[in-house]
């Protein structure tokens, strides 16, 4: 039996990333897993202009003093989990409206986890400003979309309105952190879980499925 599994995120997400690696590891660990995953918009900086801002400065201006321990923290326990990760590569902070609307275009496409995937290698990997068109359009094609068409897309207005609407929606049903993952769209998980958390979830639906459980 298949089960939902809703995760709320956004590219920028330094938790979000380590919370996707370490369930990826876990669905490695149990390749018939019931999962059927689904990514849904969830902007940390809704008010961040189309063009972004200089990273170092924004940091600043949001944490203070305290941006470069609170990253620093974040790198080394990246680093404890063997996930790579580059802060000092990001110089700017994106607008993300436009890397959502290429998670909804490649779910289209059946291709939801490769995107995701490829928007957090670029931006704490790479370094690569996921908020310009042309970068975004290279991500494509790399995943086998059409960059030609996503370049056409994204200088549209193309599902602006109905990104904010279910971002609104998330926080209007009360999500206000990500990544938050939702269960059969009953129980909600949130934080970077350890892939033993999500080994256990998975074990758990075995058992219920299991009619000698």
């Given at each position: 039996m298949a089960v939902k599994l809703d995760i709320l995120s956004d590219p920028i997400c330094p938790w979000c990333y380590?919370?996707?690696?370490?369930?990826?590891?876990?669905?490695?660990?149990?390749?018939?897993?019931?999962?059927?995953?689904?990514?849904?918009?969830?902007?940390?900086?809704?008010?961040?202009?189309?063009?972004?801002?200089?990273?170092?400065?924004?940091?600043?201006?949001?944490?203070?003093?305290?941006?470069?321990?609170?990253?620093?923290?974040?790198?080394?326990?990246?680093?404890?989990?063997?996930?790579?990760?580059?802060?000092?590569?990001?110089?700017?902070?994106?607008?993300?409206?436009?890397?959502h609307r290429m998670i909804h275009w490649a779910g289209i496409e059946g291709k939801q986890g490769p995107m995701v995937d490829a928007l957090f290698r670029?931006?704490?990997?790479?370094?690569?400003?996921?908020?310009?068109?042309?970068?975004?359009?290279?991500?494509?094609?790399?995943?086998?979309?059409?960059?030609?068409?996503?370049?056409?897309?994204?200088?549209?207005?193309?599902?602006?309105?109905?990104?904010?609407?279910?971002?609104?929606?998330?926080?209007?049903?009360?999500?206000?952190?990500?990544?938050?993952?939702?269960?059969?769209?009953?129980?909600?998980?949130?934080?970077?879980?350890?892939?033993?958390?999500?080994?256990?979830?998975?074990?758990?639906?075995?058992?219920?499925?299991?009619?000698?459980?």
């Amino acid at each position: 039996m298949a089960v939902k599994l809703d995760i709320l995120s956004d590219p920028i997400c330094p938790w979000c990333y380590i919370g996707k690696t370490q369930l990826d590891r876990a669905l490695a660990e149990r390749p018939d897993h019931p999962f059927v995953i689904e990514w849904h918009p969830f902007q940390l900086n809704p008010d961040m202009p189309r063009e972004g801002r200089d990273r170092r400065e924004y940091l600043t201006e949001k944490f203070g003093d305290r941006a470069d321990a609170a990253y620093a923290q974040i790198t080394e326990h990246a680093k404890s989990l063997g996930i790579e990760a580059d802060f000092s590569k990001i110089e700017r902070t994106p607008n993300t409206l436009d890397a959502h609307r290429m998670i909804h275009w490649a779910g289209i496409e059946g291709k939801q986890g490769p995107m995701v995937d490829a928007l957090f290698r670029a931006n704490f990997v790479e370094g690569r400003d996921i908020g310009q068109h042309d970068v975004l359009a290279d991500l494509a094609d790399s995943i086998g979309m059409d960059a030609s068409v996503i370049l056409k897309l994204l200088r549209s207005d193309a599902d602006e309105q109905m990104i904010r609407e279910r971002d609104s929606h998330s926080r209007e049903m009360g999500v206000n952190a990500v990544p938050t993952f939702i269960v059969a769209q009953r129980h909600a998980v949130p934080g970077a879980q350890t892939p033993e958390v999500w080994l256990k979830v998975i074990d758990e639906i075995a058992g219920m499925e299991d009619p000698e459980a």
